[in-house]
């Protein structure tokens, strides 16, 4: 069992106090950005980055909020999108009728929003990492 993040692109509505996200699919239902599963450490470590690249940026603030971004505490707009970043951990599963092994994600604690502002940050500091693995 590894401690993972599960990134997932979703809709966010504010709803008597609660906020419900949907799932992006796009017309042949299939995902319109692909979830990512990042490492615990990998992750935490992202968000410190991002949160320092945004620390002298002060928050944007909506009008009708569905919830806020984790890391530069920006109001998300109702019926946005943006990132969920879901803690977890990947099982492999104990049964696997096909041969192949199969790794599940499993929930755990609640989900958090980042936005997408920050997560394009994400997006650089990955390709960056990638780039150097390449060298």
């Known amino acids: 069992m590894e401690p993972a993040v599960r990134v997932m692109v979703v809709i966010g509505f504010r709803s008597e106090g609660d906020v419900h996200c949907f799932n992006v699919f796009d017309d042949e239902g299939d ?22 690249a945004k620390k002298d940026e002060p928050p944007q603030r909506k009008f ?12 998300i707009d109702n019926g946005e999108e943006f990132s969920q970043a879901q803690p977890g951990e990947l099982q492999v599963s104990p049964r696997c009728p096909t041969g192949k ?26 390709e960056g990492e990638e780039e150097e693995d390449d060298e």
Do not use: K, N
């Open 64 to 75: 009708v909020e569905a919830t806020r971004c984790l890391v530069c505490e920006s109001g």
């Open 101 to 126: 092994t199969e790794v599940d994600f499993v929930e755990y604690g609640p989900p958090q929003g980042v936005c997408f502002s920050c997560m394009a940050i994400v997006d650089q500091l990955v």
């Open 31 to 52: 995902y319109r950005y692909t979830p990512l599963v990042f490492h615990e450490e990998c992750w935490g470590a992202l968000m410190d980055d991002v949160h320092e």
